[in-house]
């Protein structure tokens, strides 16, 4: 695998922004083809957008999984963008993080890189804020992906006490419960509409740690959407909120990303 980090002005954000790729690449002891006939045989790639958590950057999957290896298993290209702590939202006050997340960086990636055209062939994960980047993104967003996954922290903002204490990040990126209710944050909202309108969702996984502070939220979203009749799978185990359970189940969601639940 070859990982690349590339950094380009964005038009959005009026800014440089930084994002990781993760490029299928040849290696001698897997490909006893050759690197010409590997390269010659070279396509688009099936793609996986990675979001990032609170508090990190676009490096951190790179850093504290084994993301290459788990990409490699299914010839899988991989972007990891970094957002700051912008709940990857238009925010409230801030900048607008999900109009660059969900329009501008796929339409750059895919033009620069050999990444997939093809929705069967896109998925998104995240963990903690990145679980809600990457389930928003899905639900907002349906056509766009064959599945999503949420670790640790995907699921109404009430329900996971968001609002509990009135948090400036909160705030900043959502607003108010007010301004929250009704929005394309509000994930609730985003199910019942789609379904009332007839349109389909991707398939959806969560996963959450029972030590995890986030666990009853998660579970409840996971819950209601699958009552909803999403095609949704939930799984629990023992966990925090850490790099030790994300590592751990980041394999198990990626081939239910790409394989489903066979």
Known sequence: M??????FFSQVLREQVNVMVVLPSFEGWRDRQG???????????????????GSD???????????????????????MPEVKNSFYSNMIHGKNYFDFISKELPAVMENV??????????????NSMG?????????NCPG?????AGMSGA????ELGFYDGRKERVLNAFGTM??????????????????????????????????????NGAKLFAEYVKEKGVETKWEEADGAHNWEYWDAWLPVMIKYLVKGDE
């Open 2 to 7: 070859s990982v690349v980090r590339y950094t």
């Open 35 to 53: 690197s010409k006939a590997y390269y010659d045989e070279y396509g688009r790639k099936k793609t996986l957008y990675i979001m990032h958590g």
């Open 57 to 79: 950057d676009c490096s951190l999957y790179l850093r504290r999984t084994r993301i290459e290896e788990y990409a490699m298993e299914y010839d899988l290209a991989v972007v």
């Open 113 to 126: 890189f050999p990444l997939t055209h093809d929705p069967k062939e896109r998925f998104v994960i995240g």
């Open 131 to 139: 679980s809600h980047g990457a389930i928003k993104w899905a639900l």
């Open 144 to 148: 766009f992906f064959a599945a999503a």
């Open 155 to 158: 699921g109404d903002l009430e």
């Open 178 to 215: 007010e301004q929250y209710r009704g929005s394309r944050n509000d994930f609730k909202y985003m199910v019942d509409k789609h379904l009332a309108e007839g349109t389909k969702l991707p398939r959806l996984y969560f996963c959450c740690g029972k030590q995890d502070g986030f666990y």
